[in-house]
Each structure stands twice: as C-alpha cells, then as structure tokens.
C-alpha cells in the first residue's frame, strides 16, 4: 500500500514562490513508479501539472513550463515541486500522486494513489 502527504502548501502574493513536498511511504522509489502533481480549484476540472518517472523523465503542462519544477529524492522518498513566479490562477488545492509503471506521453491528472492535498494560495 502506498501513503502520500503533501506539505508546503501556504498563501504567497502573485510573482512569489512556494516548494511543495510530498512524502511517500512504501519505498515506491525502489520500484518503477509515475509520480505526479495534479490541481483542482473550485468549479474547474482537475487538472495535470506535472510528472517524473522513475529515471527522472518530466513532463508539464502547458500552463506551468519554465515556472514549476518537479523533482525527486529517491533516497528520502520525497517528490518535490518548486513553484516560481506564481500566478493568481495558479491557486488550487494540489495533490500528489503515484501510478505504477511508466508516465504516459500526457502529463496525468489521475492516479491510482494520491494524498490528502496542500492549498496553495496566490493573491494580487
């Protein structure tokens, strides 16, 4: 069974930077696993902001390249997103998660865990 808990989440004004971490438990690192950050604001879909596979392959979303970057350490069992240059729309509830096997070519927005989530809030 596989546990996440995000953390790092908190309100910040537009242009600033937060990093989220999420802490894995079950050593999914030693195993081949997508890990992934996904979003969801109130009234919009969930949407998919990142990925990273087991060798360190990422993908994005359109709406975060050259602002966000995902991460891992293996060693901790920790992914990471570093988020630079925030926007106001950036603000959601963001969640980690962790699918077994390879990343598809998409940046996923479904898991088959995720954890609790971490607001993150960004204002004018």
């Known amino acids: 069974q596989v546990q996440l808990a995000e953390s790092g989440g908190g309100s910040v004004q537009s242009g600033g930077s937060l990093r989220l971490s999420c802490a894995a438990s079950?050593?999914?690192?030693?195993?081949?696993?997508?890990m992934g950050w996904f979003r969801q604001a109130p009234g919009k879909e969930r949407e998919g902001v990142a990925t990273?596979?087991?060798?360190?392959?990422?993908n994005y979303a359109d709406a975060v390249k050259g602002r966000f970057t995902i991460s891992q350490d293996n060693a901790k069992n920790t992914l990471y997103l570093q988020m630079n240059s925030l926007k106001p729309e950036d603000m959601a509830l963001y969640y980690c998660?962790?699918?077994?096997?390879?990343?598809?070519?998409?940046?996923?927005?479904?898991?088959?865990?995720r954890g609790q989530g971490t607001q993150v809030t960004v204002s004018t």
């Open positions: 998660g962790a699918s077994p096997g390879r990343c598809g070519p998409y940046v996923g927005r479904y898991f088959a865990y």
């Open positions: 990273i596979d087991s060798v360190g392959n990422t």
């Open positions: 079950g050593n999914i690192y030693s195993s081949s696993y997508c």
